[in-house]
């Protein structure tokens, strides 16, 4: 029976709202999230002119969470790329040649499974500086293990297959077979652990910028929004409230449609985790 | 099960091996050295003659190699190094901080446990009902939540608003101030106790052990109690356990927002002051906490089901 994915139309409802949030922003305020400061305004409560209120510079808080939209994004997607590329290559090329490349290859993935992400960002980003370059680097180093796993035992699994044996009979290199044979065949997980995975660095990010070593003030990051709207919570709550919510409804609808899309590719698990 | 256990725990040896190697090197590379940033006042230029008495001094100055010799036999003797910035022993400084972190771990894990189960087994046991999507709605977003956010709201309202309870500190380790940060920590391994143990549910629910022991007469209770709770307890401590173990690093940014006294919050202000020794030994202190707990988790698993063991 075909039932309706919720988690899949719900996760996609809310990623795109962030999207267009983020792409068009300019659109969406007339306002600068960095250089509209004006003490006349500051701490307002969220009313008509500023439907989120103002910070304590007197800027306007719905604009910088609009703003705040494209780092997220940009540090989500981009990091969790570059995770992508080195767990998929580490995992296919280790499980396809086997021997000290495979041993050398998983020791590193527990190596890196041993250390909690969020501890390991926060040494990289320790060294590097602050900033968007060394975020990218940080979360985009951090979080390829279980990719690296998923591909590793999906070539296991794929690599005695006929049609890969007929490809090498067909003299078809090494690199051509795991690129046109091997790895199509894995994109359904790995495009599900991909998605969660965009959400976790968008929580990282966060809580890197909130500890202020990752995005630093003025740029309007939402962990560093919550970092400055700590210190003035009795006055202006709602400075915390909605950079926080939008962190919140981006993780979730990154990962509802993770969720979703298992339960779409993957039939064994839908009756069973919903 | 004895050589199974000493198996296990030597197993530990080779990834702490790997892990420290990693941290240095990674701390190894970094341009500009803790000499060259204590030095850096942004007016006047670094002091060669300084610098270099100060490298001399932490031993900065030797190659690569010598250092990490120097740094594993250190670790051997359980000997983390001096911090640059106290000149104390880590493990003294780390020492000093770790009970509170402990403290905090175990009450969030607590809270975690008592809320997460009972609602994910009520949760399965009525599957569809109300309770059941308020529970699972509940459990998506507590994995979605920043928890640092939620534990700024719980600040604000519980501690501000209502003035029930202090905002942030330790207060001397009064139970007051552990409620807070602890019930921060505590939504995420709630919200996954709460999936895991209703999945587990359903799932063992529909085996068919269950049903022949249904069809044998067996009463609903019995049912209940001797086979569906003793199987799902081994996937509850499984995820207690791991959850457990992914705690210290988890609670980084809690105890830093509650300023709490633990090894979160020395890792975070070792990170700014580039005090590297600490931030070594404190990383490598979550991760032994994390390996240790996993194979304790691994060695209960084996003790409770004999399968494990042939793999």
Known sequence: MKRFNLNLWLGGALVALVVVGAVFAPLLTSLDPVFDANLMYAEEPPDAQFWFGTDEQGRDVYTRVLYGARISLTVGIVSQIINSVIGLSLGISAAYWGGWWDDLVNGLTNTMLAIPSLIFALAIMAILGPGLPSLLIALGLTNWSWTCRIARSSTLSLKGLGYVQAARTLGYGDIRIMATQLLPNMIGPILVISTLGIGAAVLAEAALSFLGLGIRPPFPSWGSMLTGARELIVIAPWAAVFPGLAIFVTVLGFNLLGDGLRDLLDPHMRSRTA | MLRFTIRRLLQVIPTLFAVALLIFVIFSVVPGSFASSLMADGRTAADPEMMARLNEQFGLDKPLYVRF?????????????????????????????????????????????????????????????????????????????????????????????LGWLPSFGYGGGSWRYLILPAITLGVTPLALLARTTRAGVLEIANEDFIR????KGMSEARVVRWHLVRNVMVLVVTTIGLQFGSMMGQAVVIEKLFSWPGIGSLLVDSVSIRDTPVVQGTILVIVVWFLLINTFVDIIYAAIDPRIKQT
């Open chain 2, 212 to 215: 022949t022991a249904r069809s």
């Open chain 2, 69 to 161: 010799a120097d740094y594993i036999t250190g670790l051997a003797r359980f000997d983390l190094g001096t911090s640059f910035r106290t000149r104390e022993p880590v493990l003294d400084v780390i020492n000093a901080r770790i009970w509170a972190s402990l403290e905090l771990a175990i009450a969030a894990m607590v809270f975690a446990i008592v809320v997460g189960v009972p609602l994910g087994f009520i949760a399965a046991l009525r599957p569809g009902s109300l309770l059941d999507s308020v529970t699972m709605i509940g459990a998506v977003s507590g994995l979605s939540l920043p928890q640092f956010w939620l534990g700024l709201l719980l600040m604000y309202f519980f501690a501000l608003v």
